[in-house]
Each structure stands twice: as C-alpha cells, then as structure tokens.
C-alpha cells in the first residue's frame, strides 16, 4: 500500500514554522498597505471629500463677501438680515443709501434693528389700581369746549363772506414765521438745514382759542393752503413760491379734537396725498420720498402710505400713560410705548370718510421718519407745563427713538401761544426754566402751603408730572429731581410740615421720588433712595 505523500505546493517546498511566520508578516504588511491606499483612493472620491472642497470653497467665498457688496450687515441677527435682505435686496450699498433716511446728516445707521417691533390691541392695559372715570370726564378734563365757541359753530345765515374773509389767507404769515422758528430751532439743536419729518400734536382747546394756528403750522410745513374764495379745499403752494423742501407731517389728534374738527383731519390728510401724488424732485418733497419707501416697506399703494393722520379709536381719549405714571406701576419704558403705540395708531382715512381704521404698522413706519417732535402750549389755561399731565401723555419723543434704526432721540420742541405772538423753546429749556421759576421757587412753593388747602398735592403733581416728561422724552435735567430732594425731602421740618398737611399727598410725592432714582432718571445714592422707602413706609403705617 502506497503511502499518501503530500501534493506539492505551488509556493515551493514547506517552510519551517519561523519561515511561515515571517511569510505571513509580509503579507500583512503588504495587505495593510495595500488598506491605506484603497482607503485614500476611495475617500479621494467620495462625497465627504468633495463635501470638504466644497467648504473651502463656501469659506473663500464668504471671506472675498465680506469685502464686496453683498457682505452682511455687522450687528444684525439672522432673523433681521433675512428682513433686510428683502426689503432693501442683497446688496450692501441698498442699505446704507436707503437707511438714511433716518440720519439726515448723512450717517449711516449704528443702532440696526428698532427696540419695538410690534404691536398688538393687547398692549393697551390700565394700571390694575386705575378707577374708571365717569362718562364725560374725559372731555371735560381737555376742556374741549372752552375758549372761543364761535369757531366751532358753522356759518351763520348772512355772514358766509365774513368766514371767507377770515380763512380766504389760510395759512396766514404768522404760520409761515413759526415754520421758520422751528427750522432755525432744529438747525442750532439737530445740525442740518432741514428737519425731514415733524410730528405734531393737535389740541382742540388750543385750536378753538388760537383759531386753528396749528392747523396752520402744518400747512406752512407741507406747503398747503386752501384754495382762493373756498375753505374746503386745499392746492400745494409750488415749489419755486416755497423756496424750500416740503417737511412732512405726521399728526396725532387728541380725542377731543377728533370728534370736533373732522373736516380739518380731512383736509390735512387730503394736502398730504396730494403732496405725495406730486412729481417732483426727491430732495424737494420729504413727504414723497418717505411715501415710497412705505411702500415697499407696507406693500401698499402710495395714497396709503402717505396716511400721516392719527388719533384714538372713536370714543377713546389719551394714551393712558398719566394713568401708569401716577399708579407707580409701570415697569420700564418700552411698557408705555408700547401703550402709547397701542392707543394712538388709529389712522384717519379721507378716502374712506367716517373710519378710524387700526394701521400700527403704519403709525410705527410713519414715525420712524420723524426727526422732530412739537406741541403747541397754550397759556390760556395753565402757567406751565407741569401743571397737567395731558402734554407728557400725548408725547412721542422717545417712542420714535425706540423705532428708528438709529435710536436717536428727535428734537423736542414747543410752540408757546400768547396774546403777543408764539415762541418756539426747546421742551429741556422749558421744563427747566418752568420747574426753576414756580415749583422749586421758595416764593411759589411757601405761598401755595399758606394760602392753599391743596398746597401739598400741587406739588406733589409737578413732580409727578416732571417724572412723566422724563420718561416720555428724557428732557429732563437730573439736578432738578436733587433740587427738589434737597427742599422737600432732606429738610426735617419741611418734611413733617407736608407729612401734617397732607399725609397722603406727601406720600405719592415719596413714590414719586423712589421710581425717579430706580428707574435712572434721578442719579442719586442708595443710601437716600433707601431713607426715602422708609419715610414712605412710617407715612403709610401713620395713615393706617
């Protein structure tokens, strides 16, 4: 029997278990090798791979845009780059000739982004303290229907000729010297030739006893006035007669003066369509100019936007912000701008008679524009401007702050009516020089705690009413809240005077106080915000 010999190998003669071993070590390496460079060969053409080229690719491409016209805008969050990217398109230089049109000197914008961006009916709430008052106070309060009533009643039978002659020169040359004080005012305070928005403030009182002459500031601004042998139309003054930019105008109408003067919001809002429908140069009509940018802002037809009349809601009055500021219980300020937009965005329409419509978007677009506020004071009814609350209520100074993307605060004016004529102020001089010579005077002050039973709670009022400037427009000199601390406060015996008199006065004058130095509107120390909580809580445990 053969005996089974092995087949031979195809390697050659068996090797010996260290030859095997090493054999296979080499084959290993071989195979290893053979790994890596399947593995670089695979990965060369793989997805993953390209995707890495491809962000090479992305961060070249991001870093050459940052240089060229279409780089991102520093400070804004994605969110907000999306919403300027479609409104003003992707490119860079869009943006900065368009965003000018809320630095008039020419520079660009630094704050990106308003501080309120919207608005809803929710933000408008009274103070949970808030008594409701009853029906008819309202009105009775603005004294709407004081002053010279012949202006409110129509043409009587016979003396159609007598009211033509009166408004055949509407606005009349006086309308035009203010409008000149205003500009001059802005030019020293804003440093540019021209202001490119006003908002202004209308009143019924002052427009019954001064026979409508803010009515005619706005119309001297726009460049209005109302066509010869009528009073129920108006024509735009041409250009080359004005000699200057028409100034757009956006009006906020108390209550009062909306249920009274319908016809005057209608002509008003009439001019200023007109004004925007006019083809003329940009630079000549601000009114124009702001019109198509809201626009494409609103995506609205260009009548719409160049509504520029605003109130109340029909059978509301005020914005609620003296109701907050005397409750002491509102906690910041974009709370009460909030409110005020809440209330006041009610737009006026001569297209559609009879409506007041919600347009917040509209009112916010609107004001984002305005680079001075003015009211018109009338010193037929008050010596001050602390001396109500109504004023600081209807006041937009710091809301347009919190809306334009640059977050500068507008030049704050007043008009002051005499008998002699007007005077245009700045509201900080004003407060300032009304503050100094009446409530923080000793004449003024000893003389209403001697002869007056309501001595304490009038200047518990002017404090208050000073804090409500302070919040709504920041014209407020701190020194005047550490002044009035040094009188009324720090002296013991002025203190115990007030505190015998009228506890409760005396205590809304120390609330007054504490939110001033909490909220930063009087720089003051800890220690005296501190003493002053104390003395506010022994003259509540004393008038329990």
């Known amino acids: 029997m053969e005996s089974a010999t092995p087949p031979k190998s195809p390697m050659g003669p068996p090797k010996s278990p260290m030859g095997r071993f090493r054999t296979a070590l080499d084959k290993s390496r071989n195979g290893l090798g053979r790994s890596r460079s399947g593995i670089r060969n695979v990965f060369q053409g793989s997805p993953l791979n390209k995707s890495r080229n491809g962000m090479d690719h992305s961060r070249n491409g991001l870093d050459a845009s940052k240089n060229g016209p279409n780089r991102p805008v520093e400070g804004l969050s994605p969110e907000d780059e999306d919403k300027r990217i479609k409104r003003f398109g992707s490119n860079r230089s869009m943006w900065e000739v368009k965003g000018k049109q809320n630095t008039p000197d020419g520079v660009s914008p630094k704050k990106l982004g308003p501080a309120i961006r919207t608005v809803t009916p929710d933000d408008d709430r009274l103070p949970p303290s808030h008594t409701p008052s009853s029906p008819g106070t309202d009105i009775i309060a603005r004294k709407g229907f004081i002053g010279n009533i012949d202006f409110l009643k129509g043409p009587k039978k016979g003396d159609e000729d007598e009211e033509l002659k009166r408004f055949s020169n509407f606005p009349p040359a006086s309308a035009a010297a203010v409008v000149d004080m205003i500009i001059a005012k802005n030019k020293e305070i804003g440093k540019y030739p021209f202001p490119h928005c006003v908002t202004y403030t209308l009143w019924a009182t002052d427009n019954v006893n001064t026979y409508g002459k803010s009515l005619s500031q706005i119309f001297a601004l726009v460049g209005l006035r109302l066509v010869k042998g009528t009073i129920d139309e108006v024509e735009l003054i041409p250009l080359n007669e004005l000699k200057r930019p028409r100034i757009d105008v956006v009006v906020s109408c108390s209550g009062v003066f909306r249920d009274l003067f319908m016809n005057q919001m209608t002509l008003i809002d009439q001019g200023l369509k007109m004004a925007a429908e006019a083809k003329e140069p940009p630079e000549m009509n601000y ?26 809601a029909a059978g509301s009055y005020c914005a609620n912000i ?14 009460l701008q909030r409110q005020f937009l809440a209330r006041r965005c009610y737009a006026f329409n001569s297209d559609k008679p009879g409506m007041m419509e919600y347009k917040s978007e509209a009112f916010k677009a609107a004001l984002r524009n305005a ?11 008050i010596l001050s401007i602390t001396d109500v609350p ?32 007007i005077d245009v102020h700045s509201l900080a001089e004003t407060i300032r020089i009304d503050s100094m010579s009446k409530i923080l005077s000793p004449d003024y002050y000893e003389r209403i705690l001697k002869q007056n039973q309501d001595g304490v709670k009038e200047i518990s009022d002017c404090l208050r009413n000073m804090l409500g400037w302070a919040v709504t427009s920041g014209n407020v000199d701190t020194f005047l809240f550490e002044i009035a601390s040094s009188i009324f406060m720090e002296d013991k015996e002025m203190c115990t005077r007030l505190r ?23 720089e003051t120390s800890d220690a005296k915000i501190r003493r002053l909580r104390e003395l506010k809580k022994f003259a509540e445990s004393a008038f329990d």
């Open 390 to 421: 109504h004023y600081y209520d209807a006041d937009p100074t710091k809301v347009i702050a919190a809306l334009r993307f640059d977050g500068k605060i507008p030049t704050c004016l007043l008009a002051k009516t005499t008998s002699d004529g």
């Open 371 to 381: 680079d001075v506020t003015i009211q018109n004071l009338d010193l037929n009814d």
């Open 322 to 335: 003296a109701a907050w500021i005397k409750s002491n219980e509102w906690e910041n300020e974009t709370q």
């Open 287 to 312: 009114i124009r100019t702001h019109a198509f940018q809201m626009t494409q802002e609103l995506s609205c037809p260009l009548r719409e936007a160049a509504t520029r009349v605003f109130s109340n």
């Open 500 to 522: 015998e008199k009228d506890n409760a006065s005396f205590r809304n004058l120390l609330a007054t106080f504490v939110k001033a130095g909490e909220q930063g509107y009087w």
